[in-house]
């Protein structure tokens, strides 16, 4: 396959940094590093099975530079984002010596970028952050953004620190290990960022959502730079998660909710987010923001990605707590992120009560999907 | 006595933040949340015998303003500032209930403020921080510049975060109960801005050290005061650390490396600061920046103060490598703080191994002090 290369500048406050995009960018690590500025040492903390599948490319990519390079596994998976692997990190990187001109690189999922970034914004006070996302989910959302941390047994990420990295390398050929789910889940996320800011890039989806679970090169590198860049934009104007920022929110406030009740092991993330962007997209209808052409559209698009559209058997009075105690609610008031079409959103703190009633009671009790287009 | 009070305005980056220094500030708690615009609930974190002597005061002057206030204790002394304490404080704040527009208020010594500053930087992503420091040490130095975090079993702060406080309320009163000792150790920090950064203070403490030992109201207050503004101006200019704010480590490349290895419980840290001061003293005259006159001002002020001017008894090879390993060493180069006179400071990577050799052996055998002035 051709190499297909996309380079990005997001800002973050006085700061910028460069997202590449691409199909062999692990083999360009070194490269990339030296270019922006890196010059010390790299401690890689890595996803365990994304190492076994990548690891060698990037560790050739790196050496070939003439890094020093030193390594660390944590577990896959979201049950090891927590305080003891995090201390674990710590012990590790000042065995191995860690100066502040010294770099962290994240090697895995948004569990592994998260926690590695969170250790990255923390020992030393703060050393510079290299995010290598090797999951769609972590590539298109959680490597951009500069938000780190790990759960805790009340919630997750409810500790955690602002930390933007230094550069992020995101590499589409390591998506070609991930199970046909989790790349579905990917793309709910890119939906996302469509809905609410790229009508243009919405439309492309819809147009070929088989294409985008086949992981056509060309179409597949630049839905993630187009959601990369979009989400660079708004954390740009927004670094530390005012008002802006809460667009992101789409589809989460329900999807949070979901996923807690359920222990975080029956919907993967972007399956929960699909979810709640039925529901979100059932809230504009219902407030008249939305028309029901372009409710169908959207979960036209997240079915045939293969995306569940409902959650049947759950309790709708229990999605309720979860979603009162997320970390943006203020004062036990809901602010709704809602979708008056395909690249336009909307916050609204005055969706009525009952009015969120009986969409979780829609949610938890439809089993159909809506159709999917031919 | 009179009420003393002088009010500040420390400036971080873009945000300012007021500090209060005066005789019945716990008083005004409450008011003065309410002025710098804190208005949701209190989450008081507290060193256990500060709030024994003076946690009534402080919880009269938040309730009488109408907060909600919860509190905890951490164990008094730097054992506690680990991550197991840490991890304590999240539990609790999470019990207890915590939103981003409540704050976290440290109530106690240097470690209670590093280390719930840390907790506020870090839960959900960082909650506003209000630092009522109850020692000398913590008045004039810890509280002021936004440094929080905790130690590792490998060294003192190598874990923490930049946060800067939204109000530090500094009581005088609060000092009436600290032994003697440790009241000395503070104004060696004092001593030490004077030093590098203000000639005319150092004149005023030089003048009366004995009034300063008895906490004499009118003195106090101005010398905290005027050690918090300066404090106060090299952070606006250097909020993270780059090269301006190192002039601060003055006495503490000695300092820290006296402290780890003695284990910490040797020296007070304003004690081993002392002996720095004395080392980097000798230092700056070998280096024939500083006269002989001058390096006898500030030893002798420092030995009237009754801190400690040597450490005899330490092996000098052994105070190397902690000096090596601070945080601050760029590839293992030390930058030296130097005074060249009572309010003067220079940064120097040339001094030769040889003079710091020299010094260490002085510092390490010498058991004279010097002459206390009549």
Redesign the interface.
């Known amino acids: 396959m051709a190499a297909v290369e996309r380079r990005l500048e997001i800002r973050a406050g006085s700061h910028a940094y460069p997202a590449v995009v691409g199909s062999n960018v692990l083999e360009q690590a070194g490269a990339e590093l030296a270019r922006a500025g890196l010059r010390g040492r790299v401690r890689v903390v890595a996803d365990e099975l994304a190492w076994r599948c990548h690891g060698a490319r990037l560790l050739e990519g790196l050496q070939v530079a003439g890094y020093a390079v030193a390594f660390t596994f944590i577990p896959s998976g979201e049950t090891a984002k927590n ?1 003891a692997t995090l ?1 674990e990190v ?2 590790w990187l ?2 191995v010596g860690v ?3 010294d770099c962290v690189l994240a090697f895995g999922g948004g569990v592994c970028g998260d926690l590695a970034g ?1 250790a990255a ?6 050393v510079p952050l290299v995010q290598v996302p090797t999951t769609l989910l972590a590539q298109v959302d959680a490597s951009i953004g500069g ?1 780190t ?1 790990i759960d ?1 047994p ?2 997750k ?6 930390h933007q990295p230094r550069l992020v390398l995101a590499d589409v050929g390591a998506l070609a290990t991930l199970p046909r789910r989790e790349l579905a889940a990917g793309w709910a996320e890119v939906v996302k960022m469509a809905m609410i800011l790229d009508a243009a890039l919405f439309a492309e989806l819809e147009a070929q959502p088989a294409a985008l679970l086949d992981m056509e090169p060309a179409l597949t590198a630049r839905a993630i730079a187009r959601s990369i860049e979009l989400k660079g934009q708004v954390v740009a104007e927004d670094e ?2 005012a008002e802006r920022r809460m667009v992101l929110n789409y589809g989460h406030t329900i999807g949070h909710a979901i996923e807690a009740v359920t222990g975080y092991d029956v919907f993967l993330h972007g399956e929960a987010v699909a979810i709640g962007m039925v529901g979100a997209s059932l809230l504009a209808e219902r407030m008249g923001l939305l028309s029901p052409a372009d409710r169908a559209r959207q979960d036209a698009l997240i079915a045939a990605l293969g995306l569940p559209c409902s959650c049947p058997g759950l309790r709708p009075e229990a999605l309720w707590m979860p979603m009162l105690q997320d ?5 036990h008031r809901l602010t709704w992120v809602l979708a008056p079409g395909p690249g336009q959103v909307a916050l609204r703190r005055d969706v009525p009560t009952s009015l969120v009633d009986a969409v979780l009671h829609y949610l938890t009790t439809s089993t159909e999907s809506p159709p999917v287009p031919v």
Request: net charge positive; proline share 0%; hydrophobic share 30%.
């Open positions: 305080l201390s710590y012990d000042l065995k100066e502040r001109g969170f914004a923390t020992i030393l006070r703060g938000k941390g805790h009340r919630g990420n409810l500790i955690g620190a602002f530390r998660e970390k943006k609610a203020r004062s």
